[in-house]
């Protein structure tokens, strides 16, 4: 395996993101007898290295060009990362290589899943580069006859945990799993079954020293990663579906940038993204594997009031994403300041005592004044919303006027000062916040647990 930050330390020092112009998609590599995944790129001649690490598997020999082309989504996808420290305009494989429709799509995922970067950075989206048709027209993937079991990604929140509790309460044969190696994370898995699945991820550190000299750096679709990864782990281990938990939320856009364009954090969770996916999987890599969200027809309401009555969960989850950063966590479960800590704690506040929240959060976030401004930004009352995986604001707007006509929440210091500023707006009412609806995945023989 490379060594960048030694091996390029002279094309590091001298690297300015001004001159960037080359990202090579180099080799990528799958042992299934370590389980180990490399995935080689070259950033104007600095060589980089991401790798991931499955169980050691026995890969049947009718299902070998699955699993290549699976490693070749990943490769491609996971390039993401590294290819916006420059935002270069020429690309370059040095292997396998996509033909045209999977250069459009990859095109695609790179713009929208990149739009919050863009935005934040003074950049325009529809001035990268297009994914160049270098590989010949794609073979159609046929069935491999995968096993009748499910893999289902935790990311240690709610949402993953009340998908699971759907998944049992068909009886479905199911495997937690979780990409990376967040303790939080590992601890709820563990809790869940035996068979949780950790797969460590590895970012090449010479990203961090491109970072420190002044790449460009943002956000990026990083469920989209985990998702392609998870395709690889599916075929490996033998599961017919990756599940996971996204709900109708994340279609909403978190704001619309000058030129009118939608920019939305949680592009990759969203059902564009869902149908990207599974048109790749279905039509390249194994016409009997399916990837969708259990919660697709869900608001986040929706879930916040499952989850509510799912009591033995409480103390263990958190959807703060301060726990979940790759150099390790920033906070003790719950930081109680961020969009993520706001918008849960106002999401469970109508199915929840304050007493119950606050052992939750050891805060009663909506008794403290000095965070209205949080709260606020969560009602869209700029037409914008925080770029954070938080729910539509009209979800906001229908929690905060439920709690209003409750006694236990009315007087709370943050819900009096927002209330009136809910006048004249369109608020959902609670019911019909919480109801499902709109276009799904799911298979219809799931659509009772969904």
């Not at 020429?90 to 799509?105: H, I, K, M, N």
């Not at 006859?145 to 309460?169: C, F, N």
């Not at 950790?198 to 550190?205: A, S």
Request: hydrophobic content about 45%; overall charge negative.
């Amino acid at each position: 395996m490379n060594n960048p930050v030694s091996g390029d330390a002279s094309e590091l020092e001298r690297w300015q993101r001004s001159t960037s112009r080359c990202f090579s998609f180099g080799q990528s590599r799958f042992d299934p007898s370590s389980g180990m995944v490399e995935l080689e790129y070259r950033l104007d001649g600095i060589a980089l290295t991401e790798t991931f690490r499955l169980p050691p598997a026995e890969v049947p020999e009718q299902r070998r060009a699955a699993v290549d082309a699976a490693l070749n989504l990943l490769h491609w996808v996971a390039g993401i990362s590294y290819w916006k420290a420059g935002c270069p305009s020429r690309l370059v494989f040095e292997s396998a290589a996509p033909g045209p429709d999977q250069a459009a799509w990859l095109s695609q995922l790179y713009r929208s899943g990149l739009a919050e970067f863009a935005y934040r950075n003074g950049l325009d989206p529809d001035h990268f580069p297009d994914f160049p048709a270098c590989g010949e027209q794609e073979p159609t993937a046929g069935d491999l006859g995968l096993a009748r079991r499910t893999l289902v990604p935790m990311g240690g929140g709610k949402d993953s945990l009340v998908a699971w509790s759907r998944l049992e309460r068909i009886g479905d044969r199911c495997r937690p799993v979780q990409v990376g190696e967040a303790a939080l994370i590992r601890q709820l898995g563990q809790t869940l079954s035996a068979e949780h699945l950790v797969i460590p991820r590895k970012v090449d550190p010479a990203l961090a020293a491109l970072n420190a000299r002044g790449a460009w750096n943002g956000h990026v679709p990083v469920t989209a990663i985990n998702a392609a990864v998870l395709v690889l782990a599916a075929l490996v281990l033998d599961h017919d579906r990756v599940v996971f938990a996204n709900e109708r939320s994340a279609d909403e856009v978190t704001l619309h940038d000058e030129q009118g364009r939608g920019v939305n954090h949680q592009f990759s969770k969203s059902l564009v993204f869902e149908r990207m996916l599974d048109q790749w999987v279905r039509r390249w890599i194994a016409a009997d594997l399916r990837v969708f969200s259990l919660l697709r027809r869900d608001g986040e309401l929706a879930v916040c009031r499952e989850f509510a009555g799912l009591g033995a969960w409480h103390g263990l989850f958190s959807s703060c994403n301060r726990n979940f950063h790759l150099d390790g966590p920033r906070t003790q479960r719950w930081c109680g300041q961020c969009p993520k800590c706001h918008f849960v704690f106002l999401g469970l506040a109508p199915f929840m005592t304050p007493v119950a929240l606050q052992a939750i959060f050891q805060a009663d976030l909506l008794d403290d004044i000095e965070q209205l401004d949080g709260f606020a930004a969560l009602l869209g009352l700029d037409g914008r919303k925080p770029f954070e995986c938080v729910g539509e604001a009209g979800e906001a707007r229908s929690a905060l006027l439920a709690l209003t006509r409750q006694p236990a929440w009315s007087g709370h210091a943050v819900v009096q000062a927002l209330a009136p500023r809910l006048a004249g707006l369109p608020v959902p009412s609670l019911d019909a916040a919480c109801q499902p609806g709109g276009p799904h995945l799911i298979p219809t023989e799931w659509l009772d647990a969904a």
